[in-house]
């Protein structure tokens, strides 16, 4: 099992290195990554300039499934089920599950020698199961939540795929609609009280389901798009503020979370309250990254020799898994230094009760000095483990040939 895992992930490795790179994709990818990582920092952000105007985890983690969606080919509808699933558990899955374990540990060691105060004790449902209620077992590795639902996501999207065209009844556009109309009944079900435990994994998944299909339908009317950028983007942004003026503010910024929609009488005079909520909140999702794949494409030519854009957008999963420990490790050298000199302003008490802390040293320009190293020590943490991963298939694929 070691050896096929070690030899899936070389192989990985190697098609990264090898294919063509996608600059528009990684473009969406590099933006919406920095916005996760910012939108961490401080707990809600740095205060990037369209910040008032895109919220904060509106669609981050959607436009991930999207992305996601655009790379999926055809030919995997005739995969065999196990295959697919065994695939996408090597991909997502057993990584995510390794960390899982390392960071346990690291939480386990710094609740004991009392630096945090926060984070489950090790036991087999913090390590195995609670990553698939909501992930936030031991709050270093929260972020990667996402693994497990865009897996889960890519699961049920196969299946679907997979019983219409048994059925012969397979049309993209109609997929996408039922996908979306999953996507509201489970906004719905969120915002009445089915937001915890099992649920929360279930209304994730939903709420993030028709965005894996729109990424491959997005790329089917792609060229058609790309002829009509200017055009887009004014229909898009008049769309964009006249939803967030009926929305009267009250679309919370969390959710992708699931799990406090706010409930609000947006056209309540002409639906009922969980069509109007949830209908502008999926409208505004799907508006948003369509808003930022035009500006990306308008943008790409720019940006196609980016060696930071490249490598940023081919890292997104390793700064998803690690950007956490990041924040978490500035503060502590902080810390640390709090016992040797008087450091002005650091509040201790913050530091130990919650990962989302952050210097206010002087000015809220510090905050970048965090979303650089949370988004270029995981890159770091990448190509070490990359480097690991190639030795150890030599060595494995040597010690065969000897055999």
Request: net charge positive; charged share 15%.
């Amino acid at each position: 099992m070691f050896d096929k895992f070690i030899a899936n992930q070389a192989a990985k490795i190697e098609k990264v290195r090898t294919r063509q790179s996608n600059t528009k994709m990684n473009l969406i990818k590099t933006y919406s990554i920095i916005a996760v990582v910012a939108g961490h920092c401080r707990g809600g952000g740095i205060g990037f300039p369209m910040e008032n105007w895109i919220l904060p985890y509106f669609y981050d983690m959607a436009i991930f499934v999207f992305v996601s969606g655009y790379f999926y080919k055809k030919e995997y509808d005739d995969a065999k089920f196990f295959a697919f699933i065994k695939s996408r558990v090597m991909r997502l899955v057993v990584p995510y599950f390794i960390w899982n374990f390392v960071y346990g540990l690291l939480n386990t060691f710094f609740r004991g020698i009392g630096v945090i105060d926060y984070g489950d004790p090790i036991s087999l449902y913090s390590l195995f199961v609670r990553p698939w209620v909501d992930g936030h077992q031991f709050h270093f590795n929260i972020p990667a939540w996402f693994l497990l639902s865009l897996f889960i996501v890519s699961v049920i999207t196969y299946i679907m795929r997979r019983l219409m065209k048994l059925l012969h009844i397979l049309n993209e556009e109609v997929l996408l609609a039922i996908t979306f109309i999953i996507s509201v009944i489970s906004i719905y079900f969120a915002q009445n009280g089915y937001n915890s435990g099992v649920y929360l994994c279930l209304v994730r998944a939903g709420f993030l389901l028709p965005y894996f299909q729109m990424g491959f339908v997005y790329k089917k009317y792609e060229s058609l798009l790309g002829k009509h950028k200017a055009v887009l983007i004014g229909v898009i942004t008049c769309c964009v503020y006249a939803l967030l003026v009926l929305s009267k503010g009250n679309i919370d910024v969390t959710a992708v979370f699931a799990e406090f929609f706010r409930k609000s009488p947006i056209l309540a005079a002409v639906f009922a309250e969980f069509i109007g909520n949830s209908l502008i909140l999926t409208a505004l999702t799907i508006l948003e990254i369509l808003l930022t794949a035009t500006i990306c494409e308008i943008l790409a030519p720019a940006f196609c020799k980016s060696s930071i854009v490249k490598k940023i957008g081919d890292n997104t999963f390793s700064i998803m898994m690690h950007h956490g420990i990041i924040l978490f490790s500035v503060n502590l050298v902080i810390y640390i230094m709090s016992k040797f000199v008087d450091i002005s302003g650091f509040d201790v008490a913050a530091f130990k009760s919650t990962l989302w802390y952050a210097y206010p040293w002087r000015d809220s320009r510090i905050y970048l000095f965090y979303v650089i190293l949370a988004v270029a020590v995981p890159i770091v943490i990448k190509n070490i483990s990359n480097k690991v991963i190639l030795r150890a298939n030599s060595r494995k694929n040597m010690s065969a040939e000897d055999k």
